[in-house]
């Protein structure tokens, strides 16, 4: 669950994204994740890997640093426990993760923990609004999410640049009644 929660509100990857993400797509030595491939249920129903989304969302992410010890250890756990999968997310048994077992587990993660049901692709919405809250230009927010049109960037600033606007107003608010 954890590499789940660090690639959905860290690196604001889909869940899409989060299961077609290999370990060769992480490169250590030069400090990047390459965000290329993707599996998804196709129209026939089957489980299909293809290329992300759009043109955009096929991206380079830089490693943050907090995140390497972690995903450095996954791999020699994976490595030791003898598994074969190339996936980063994958069960005990060394089977790749599908979407809809990350909104199961996810879902069943939230339950046992008393935390609000918010959805997977919610994580992904915390990773932009944290970049809007630390000062990233929508443009910076946009190729790190890989969005297509700015403007699905631009609806997820929007409410944060509202809030911003509250407290603005309330410190407004208090210079003028004091």
């Known amino acids: 669950m954890y590499a789940i929660v660090i690639l ?3 690196y604001g990857l889909r869940r899409s994204e989060m299961c077609g993400l290999r370990w060769k797509d992480i490169d250590f030595e030069n400090g990047y994740i390459h965000v290329c491939n ?17 043109e955009k969302s096929n991206r380079y992410l830089p490693l943050i640093g907090f995140t390497i010890p972690y995903f450095r250890d996954l791999l020699q756990q994976q490595i030791s426990s003898g598994s074969k999968c190339d996936k980063v997310c994958q069960l005990s048994d060394g089977s790749p993760v599908l979407p809809d077992y990350i909104t199961h587990k996810y879902k069943e993660f939230l339950a046992a923990h008393n ?22 230009t929508p443009q910076q927010a946009q190729e790190f999410l890989g969005h297509e049109n700015i403007s699905t960037t631009l609806d997820i600033y929007t409410h944060c640049l509202d809030e911003s606007k509250r407290k603005t107003a309330d410190i407004m608010d208090k210079i003028y009644l004091s």
């Open 8 to 10: 959905g509100m860290v």
């Open 115 to 136: 935390l609000p049901d918010i959805r997977v692709h919610d994580m992904r919405h915390t990773a932009a609004s944290l970049l809007a809250a630390h000062d990233a």
């Open 38 to 54: 993707t599996v998804v249920k196709g129209k026939s129903g089957h489980i299909e890997e293809e290329s992300t989304k759009t």
